[in-house]
């Protein structure tokens, strides 16, 4: 599938600030990819394989079924003339009888132009030793291959495209995504979850907590209302769980229920809890853990 990537050569300000976070995201992948383009060579190079490899047994295919379609003496051209016309519909034949993606057959109108300047008679019959060679290539070696090349790339060092464009995109406060999202807050004193505290701790409290802290059970209750997957939901109770207790005291829903918020924005959730994130009356424990 061809990846087409969204951006913006304006210089000016933006006509549409609404934008701006798509073309900044649009612009990563692109610096992305590019960088990725050394690492990714043998891959490639293998897909490219595997991709001609496809083309050529459909190919046989379809020159297998012209030479058996010509007569053996009269009306050559005229039969000639008339598989070419047809030869969407010998496409279709095939796909159905061998079981072949479309996506496989190579460009009709280019197809159908290259046959006009070929002698069909002199086209060979299909070899079942020689597609069956491919299909055990395709299936076995490739698979093979595959491991073999991600082996390879794994152990071999780091390679990135470097310099240009690529210095300096991440740059201070400009940083992609710096200040959004899980990101938020991140150069302030105060503890950005303080902001809405006073609402969770409203919803906090009517959890009937003991001790100071709700139970997993009560708090799952609350944080599926927000309809966000499990698989989501679990990962931020592993985040706002700080002392992996199996409990949240009040700094810890408070903490819940922002990264709650940051996914429902749209921002992907941190790997790790970021410093700024920590409750804090939590950051002395997790710096000595």
Do not use: C
């Amino acid at each position: 599938v061809v990846r087409v990537y969204i951006g913006s050569f304006w210089a000016q300000p933006l006509l549409v600030p609404d934008n701006r976070k798509l073309f900044e995201a649009e612009e990563q992948d692109l610096f992305l990819d590019i960088q990725s383009l050394p690492r990714n060579a043998a891959l490639r190079k293998l897909n490219d394989l595997i991709k001609r490899a496809r083309l050529a047994k459909v190919q046989a295919y379809i020159i297998s079924s012209l030479k058996k379609e010509m007569p053996s003496v009269f009306g050559k051209e005229a039969k000639k003339k008339e598989l070419i016309s047809n030869l969407g519909e010998i496409y279709q034949k095939i796909e159905k009888e061998h079981q072949i993606s479309p996506g496989d057959f190579p460009k009709l109108e280019k197809m159908q132009e290259l046959l006009n300047g070929q002698d069909f008679t002199k086209f060979s019959a299909l070899k079942p030793k020689l597609l069956e060679t491919v299909e055990d290539m395709l299936a076995n070696d490739i698979a093979r291959l595959m491991a073999m090349v991600r082996q390879e790339e794994s152990a071999m060092p780091s390679q990135t495209v470097k310099g240009g464009a690529f210095e300096g995109t991440m740059s201070g406060p400009f940083g992609h995504g710096y200040g959004e999202g899980a990101s938020e807050g991140i150069d302030e004193l105060e503890w950005v979850v303080v902001r809405d505290k006073p609402t969770y701790d409203e919803i906090f409290y009517t959890l009937s907590p003991i001790n100071g802290k709700v139970s997993g059970a009560a708090a799952k209750k609350e944080m599926l209302k927000s309809k966000l997957p499990n698989t989501v939901l679990g990962k931020i109770w592993k985040l706002a769980d700080v002392d992996k207790d199996g409990f949240l005291d009040d700094e810890e829903f408070a903490l819940a229920n922002h990264l709650i918020k940051v996914k429902l924005e749209g921002h992907e959730l941190p790997a790790s809890l970021p410093e700024h994130l920590v409750p804090p009356s939590k950051r002395g424990t997790v710096m000595q853990a």
